[in-house]
Every structure is written in structure tokens, then in C-alpha cells.
């Protein structure tokens, strides 16, 4: 694996959907360029609105995304858990409400 891509999620809300709609686009890019990535989303104490957005774009979507469930209320240490479960040679964080450009 070339990039673990790992996004913390709490309360984005509506905003978690395009978050995800960007890294997915991002994926299928660098994946057109010969970039293998894993994406692994971290769900921090997510509000029931931002874990069923993310929920319907995994069932949406057939990709093979790892949802990680924790109870830090801790950014940091939502971010350390998913990259302990990250097998990229890099990795690229993100939080629920930021974009990714395909490039």
C-alpha cells in the first residue's frame, strides 16, 4: 500500500459527504496513476447524523474503506489510532469537514 488516507470524524453533519465524495474522487485518481491507497475512517463520538452519512456512502459506494469506531474525544488520539491500523507506506490526515483535490 502506497498511502493510508485516514479522516477523523465527530460532528461534520452534511459536511461529512462531500468530505468523503473528494477523497473518493482523490482515491480514483491516484489509483489511475498506478497509487494504491487505503482509506481509514475514524469515527470519534460521531453524532448520529454524521455516522449515518457515513454509513449510506459505504453502502453506496464499493469500496474498500475500514470504518474504525472509537471514544477518545481526542483528535490526536483518533488520528494515532488510525494510523496504528494503517499499512501505507505514507499517510495523509484529514478531518470530516476537509476536501481533498483529486491531484
Not at 59 to 83: A, F, H, K, M, Y
Request: charged share 25%.
Amino acid at each position: 500500500m502506497d498511502i493510508s488516507v485516514i479522516v477523523t470524524f465527530h460532528r461534520e453533519g452534511l459536511l461529512a459527504r462531500p468530505t468523503l465524495e473528494t477523497i473518493r474522487r482523490a482515491c480514483l485518481s491516484a489509483a489511475s496513476t498506478g497509487i494504491s491507497t487505503e482509506c481509514l475512517l475514524v469515527c470519534d463520538n460521531t453524532d448520529s447524523v454524521t455516522e449515518s452519512i457515513i454509513e449510506q456512502f459505504l453502502l453506496e459506494n464499493d469500496l474498500p474503506w475500514r470504518c474504525i469506531r472509537v471514544l477518545n474525544s481526542d483528535l490526536g488520539q483518533s488520528r494515532n489510532d488510525g494510523i496504528r491500523q494503517a499499512t501505507g507506506r505514507f499517510v495523509a490526515i484529514f478531518d470530516g469537514d476537509d476536501y481533498m483535490a483529486p491531484d
